[in-house]
C-alpha cells in the first residue's frame, strides 16, 4: 500500500500541485489523500471506498488505474489471505476422495441399475402365486357353475 502512496505523492509532485488542489478538484477531504499517499489505508471506511479513491485519483493524475488497482488487490490479498493456494487445492483434494462415495448418481437410462437375482426371484415367487390363485378361482368358479358335474 506504501508504494501505491508513494506513486502518486512522486506523481503530484512532478506535476507541481498541492494537497489542497487535488482536494479540491476532486472534491474529496485533504485528509483522505495524505493518508493515500502516505500508505494509511484504515482511514478508509471500506475497501469499496478505497478502491474508488484510487481509482479516482489515479485518473486524475494520470497514472495506471489497472495498474493501481491491481497492486491494492495484491496487497489485500496478502493481508487477508492466510491459507496458501497449495493448502487450499490440497484440501479440496482430499475432500473430493472423502465426499466421493457420498455424492448423488444421476440416473439416466444409461445409468439404470437392473435389479438383481433375488428381486427377480421374488417378482418371480409372486407372479406364480397370482397364476395358481386364478387357476384355483376358475376351477372352483367351474365347480359351482356346472354344478358338481365336471
Same mark, same amino acid.
Given at each position: 500500500m506504501k508504494e501505491i502512496g508513494e506513486e502518486f505523492k512522486s506523481k503530484r509532485e512532478e506535476i507541481g500541485i498541492t494537497i489542497d488542489e487535488v482536494s479540491n478538484d476532486l472534491e474529496k477531504d485533504a485528509i483522505l489523500i495524505e493518508n493515500l499517499e502516505s500508505g494509511n489505508h484504515k482511514v478508509f471506511k471500506d475497501v469499496i471506498e478505497l478502491k474508488d479513491m484510487i481509482a479516482l485519483y489515479a485518473k486524475y493524475l494520470g497514472l495506471d488505474e489497472e495498474k493501481l488497482l491491481g497492486e491494492l488487490d495484491d496487497f489485500l490479498f496478502e493481508k487477508t489471505s492466510k491459507i496458501s493456494i497449495e493448502d487450499i487445492q490440497e484440501r479440496l483434494k482430499q475432500d473430493r476422495e472423502k465426499n466421493k462415495d457420498k455424492e448423488k448418481k444421476i440416473r /439416466?437410462?444409461? /445409468?439404470?441399475? &437392473?435389479? /438383481? #437375482? #433375488?428381486?427377480? /426371484? @421374488? *417378482? &418371480? !415367487? *409372486?407372479?406364480? *402365486? *397370482?397364476? @395358481?390363485? @386364478? !387357476?384355483?378361482? !376358475? &376351477?372352483?368358479?367351474?365347480? &359351482?357353475f356346472f354344478g358338481g358335474n365336471l
Open positions: /439416466t437410462p444409461y /445409468t439404470i441399475e &437392473f435389479p /438383481t #437375482k #433375488k428381486n427377480l /426371484t @421374488i *417378482v &418371480f !415367487i *409372486v407372479l406364480l *402365486v *397370482v397364476i @395358481i390363485l @386364478i !387357476i384355483f378361482y !376358475i &376351477f372352483l368358479r367351474q365347480l &359351482f
